[in-house]
């Protein structure tokens, strides 16, 4: 169970949340909240930082009067009681001998209500409180000093003892001097002040072991990254190297020539991707395509869509970014017609086709080969030797992962 409480402990009009089905109990709760002839301090788990001024100054005086009964030797709870003032069990109890009620008998509620250890008082009995706690207060002090006046009043003198006897004397003498009890309190805070700069640089220790431990985690993982960077330029500039080598072999044993999108054959035919997985090369690089038509005035430009397989299930055309996974990576412009011939190679999960225009009297496009078989002009022995060539340099595998299905 918690609550809502406004400084001090005042209530601030919320009923606190019970932690219960049960609907009498909320309305038990906001009963008492709103009733303006009570103070509601919290719920019996709920004390911790929400006692009243009045209740904070008190514990205050019973802690110090309990250090002075320590120094004198005392025992301090055989005079006042010292809660924890962070336990709600203790502040409890320690709310309940003021006078508190710290249960829940007097609330009005239905007959399912099962509320308990609410701490709340009828705000009429404060004023009673507060001088009856005083009272006690102050009859703890008689005590202390009665019992510490009998604890240091010196026993019969020895002839053993006069040494000890003359440096008490002299030390009460001292402790009757103000300006001797002044430099006392002086040096009890400094020592207090020592403590709290001790705790200080304790805490900043223990910041600057975690600080260093996150930076040598940090650089841990930095260097890691940076592996893994490093590991992936190399992959990629692998890749390259063999796209690089792939396309010198095919131009100097066929004649073959492979530049970026456009694919170039021995008997002058040029064909170049306009469009592929869904990406149009206009619409990235509108220069290159004026490029290809100036060098390359008859060129074919070509519009590819795939069909792939995923699985059990027939699934949409690739798009480009699943087409760059689908190939390692090695898909861009520049290294397109590597990535179709590839996708023949490997037997993927479904093929690349060219939208070409149906014949008259027909309309629309319909599927076509992006290459039809002996489109490369290649002998039997040649067109081994091609995909032999094309299996060298075109290293791992192909996987086409299924798409995650929608819900």
Avoid at 30 to 45: F, M, Q, T
Wanted: aromatic fraction near 8%; proline fraction near 6%; glycine fraction near 8%.
């Amino acid at each position: 169970m918690s609550s809502s409480i406004g400084p001090n402990g005042f209530h601030d009009g919320e009923a606190p949340e019970y932690n219960s089905s049960n609907d009498d109990d909320g309305d038990a709760l906001s009963k008492l909240c709103d009733n303006p002839a009570y103070l509601v301090v919290g719920s019996d788990d709920d004390l911790v930082d929400n006692l009243p001024s009045w209740v904070e100054d008190l514990l205050t005086q019973h802690e110090t009067l309990a250090a002075q009964a320590e120094k004198i030797g005392l025992e301090p709870s055989s005079y006042v009681t010292v809660p924890d003032r962070g336990s709600n069990s203790e502040l409890g109890d320690f709310l309940g001998e003021l006078g508190f009620t710290t249960d829940s008998s007097y609330i009005e509620r239905g007959p399912g209500s099962s509320i308990d250890g609410v701490v709340y008082v009828r705000k009429s009995k404060i004023p009673a409180l507060e001088k009856r706690a005083e009272r006690e207060l102050q009859r703890a002090r008689k005590a202390v000093v009665k019992d510490g006046r009998r604890t240091l009043k010196p026993g019969p003198l020895k002839a053993a003892d006069i040494h000890e006897e003359l440096e008490r004397l002299v030390s009460q003498a001292q402790l009757q001097d103000p300006e001797y009890r002044a430099k006392i309190a002086q040096l009890e805070d400094l020592e207090r002040s020592s403590d709290n700069l001790l705790e200080v640089v304790q805490d900043r220790e223990a910041e600057v072991a975690r600080w260093k431990a996150q930076a040598e985690e940090a650089t841990a993982n930095l260097a890691g990254v940076n592996g893994l960077i490093l590991h992936w330029v190399d992959q990629g500039r692998l890749q390259s190297d063999r796209y690089a080598a792939w396309t010198w072999a095919v131009e100097a044993e066929f004649g073959i020539l492979i530049r970026g999108p456009l694919l170039k054959l021995a008997d002058g035919r040029a064909f170049a991707v306009e469009k592929i997985f869904q990406i149009g090369l206009a619409n990235g690089a509108p220069a290159v395509v004026a490029a290809i038509d100036a060098r390359e005035p008859g060129v074919q430009w070509l519009t590819i869509d795939s069909r792939v397989r995923r699985g059990l299930y027939n699934g949409g055309p690739l798009i480009w970014s699943e087409a760059v996974e689908w190939s390692k990576r090695r898909l861009t412009w520049n290294q397109v017609w590597w990535v179709i011939f590839g996708f023949h190679l490997t037997g993927a999960q479904g093929h690349l086709f060219r939208l070409q225009p149906r014949a008259a009297p027909d309309t629309g496009n319909e599927e076509g080969p992006v290459l039809p078989k002996g489109y490369l002009g290649l002998s039997p022995e040649q067109q081994t030797r091609w995909d032999q060539l094309l299996k060298e340099h075109w290293g791992e595998g192909i996987y086409i992962p299924p798409r995650p299905t929608k819900r």
